[in-house]
């Protein structure tokens, strides 16, 4: 099979695009000559756009599927499958559309009763590649690729400028959904105890994650060198390179971190780690297994159970001696 032109549509979000970066690999190694491109979501352009194995990186906005339809690919692959995006490569006249299958037929079934149980298995990544297999086209690994541009690296230099000669933490104190936020007071005694032991601190999140980065902000001391807010996606890809140490929630800066290869601790809940777990060559993951546990594909806004137990019972000296193990190796 020799294709030309190759179509990856993941529009989002940040972790998932990232974790789908090796199908773009292994594509890239079975078709070198083809030309391999992707749409996405504006926001996460700069994740793609010097990444080696793609040709191309649209941009998902007004105008985008004239440009597309004129590519006129030999392969379009949906790794979203949603309405959307089906009704996009519906309308593109690929010769072949291959999408993602996320459930089972009887997984379909319970979905539709409202009892669908999240996703254990398999790795997203492997999901992913599965479309390869699909095709064909053999794995070339699980590792993700995250090249950063250099204007992303100047975004992101106000910011570092204060860093000195001390260490950096980072840390990822908020996620979208409220129950994969490890407690907040929680954060604030690992940043003192970082900031006592000498390091400086950067708050990694974006603008929707204002009210817990202000939250933390304003408790910490001189060691905090700031936020990350006002940075586009590849300059907050650009501020995570430059920590020694990150501490997350399962969040999209957790993937950045495992893909940049930083040194990573990670906290997980109401999510499985057997699914979303970051893939990077120095991460230590927390994670209690409670029976309840996983109660979510992404997370939600309260805990069925009303204790946020899978969250709560982790104390920062666990965290604290999680990070010192990940210090030391
Ligand atoms: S304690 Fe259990 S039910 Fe509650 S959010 Fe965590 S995993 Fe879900």
């Given at each position: 099979?020799?294709?030309?032109?190759?179509?990856?549509?993941?529009?989002?979000?940040?972790?998932?695009?990232?974790?789908?970066?090796?199908?773009?690999?292994?594509?890239?190694?079975?078709q070198p000559?083809?030309?391999?491109?992707?749409?996405?979501?504006?926001?996460?352009?700069?994740?793609?756009?010097?990444?080696?194995?793609?040709?191309?990186?649209?941009?998902?906005?007004?105008?985008?599927?004239a440009?597309?339809?004129?590519?006129?690919?030999?392969?379009?692959?949906?790794?979203?499958?949603?309405?959307?995006?089906?009704?996009?490569?519906?309308?593109?006249?690929?010769?072949?559309?291959?999408?993602?299958?996320?459930?089972?037929?009887?997984?379909?079934?319970?979905?539709?009763?409202?009892?669908?149980?999240?996703?254990?298995?398999?790795?997203?990544?492997?999901?992913?590649?599965?479309?390869?297999?699909?095709?064909?086209?053999?794995?070339?690994?699980?590792?993700?690729?995250?090249?950063?541009?250099?204007?992303?690296?100047?975004?992101?230099?106000?910011?570092?400028?204060?860093?000195?000669?001390?260490?950096?933490?980072?840390?990822?104190?908020?996620?979208?959904?409220?129950?994969?936020?490890?407690?907040?007071?929680?954060?604030?005694?690992?940043?003192?105890?970082?900031?006592?032991?000498?390091?400086?601190?950067?708050?990694?999140?974006g603008?929707?994650?204002?009210?817990?980065?202000?939250?933390?902000?304003?408790?910490?001391?001189?060691?905090?060198?700031?936020?990350?807010?006002?940075?586009?996606?590849?300059?907050?890809?650009?501020?995570?390179?430059?920590c020694?140490?990150?501490?997350?929630?399962?969040?999209?800066?957790?993937?950045?971190?495992?893909?940049?290869?930083?040194?990573?601790?990670?906290?997980?809940?109401?999510?499985?780690?057997?699914?979303?777990?970051?893939?990077?060559?120095?991460?230590?993951?927390?994670?209690?297994?409670?029976?309840?546990?996983?109660?979510?594909?992404?997370?939600?806004?309260?805990?069925?159970?009303?204790?946020?137990?899978?969250?709560?019972?982790?104390?920062?000296?666990?965290v604290?001696?999680?990070?010192?193990?990940?210090?030391?190796?």
């Open positions: 099979m020799t294709l030309g032109r190759i179509l990856i549509v993941r529009l989002t979000a940040l972790g998932d695009v990232l974790l789908a970066t090796p199908l773009a690999r292994a594509l890239r190694r079975a000559a083809a030309e391999i491109d992707w749409l996405v979501a504006p926001p996460f352009t700069p994740l793609l756009e010097a990444n080696p194995n793609l040709s191309r990186v649209f941009p998902a906005e007004r105008g985008v599927a440009r597309l339809r004129a590519r006129r690919y030999d392969l379009v692959l949906d790794l979203q499958n949603k309405p959307r995006t089906a009704l996009l490569r519906a309308s593109l006249g690929a010769a072949r559309v291959v999408s993602l299958r996320k459930r089972t037929f009887s997984g379909a079934i319970a979905s539709l009763l409202g009892r669908e149980r999240p996703a254990t298995e398999p790795h997203a990544v492997e999901l992913y590649l599965s479309l390869a297999a699909r095709l064909g086209v053999a794995s070339a690994g699980t590792r993700l690729d995250l090249v950063i541009p250099e204007r992303a690296r100047l975004e992101a230099a106000p910011l570092l400028s204060r860093r000195g000669a001390a260490s950096l933490w980072g840390l990822a104190p908020s996620t979208r959904w409220a129950t994969k936020r490890w407690p907040i007071e929680r954060f604030l005694e690992l940043g003192q105890a970082a900031e006592e032991r000498g390091a400086k601190l950067l708050l990694l999140g603008a929707a994650d204002g009210p817990t980065l202000d939250a933390l902000s304003a408790r910490l001391g001189s060691a905090l060198l700031g936020d990350t807010r006002a940075l586009g996606t590849g300059g907050l890809a650009a501020a995570i390179e430059a020694d140490l990150v501490v997350a929630n399962d969040s999209g800066p957790a993937h950045i971190a495992a893909a940049l290869g930083r040194k990573l601790v990670v906290l997980f809940g109401p999510t499985a780690p057997s699914r979303w777990a970051p893939i990077g060559s120095d991460v230590e993951l927390l994670y209690r297994g409670l029976p309840c546990s996983p109660c979510s594909n992404h997370g939600s806004a309260r805990c069925p159970l009303g204790t946020h137990a899978c969250l709560a019972e982790i104390p920062a000296s666990e604290l001696a999680a990070a010192s193990r990940r210090w030391a190796s």
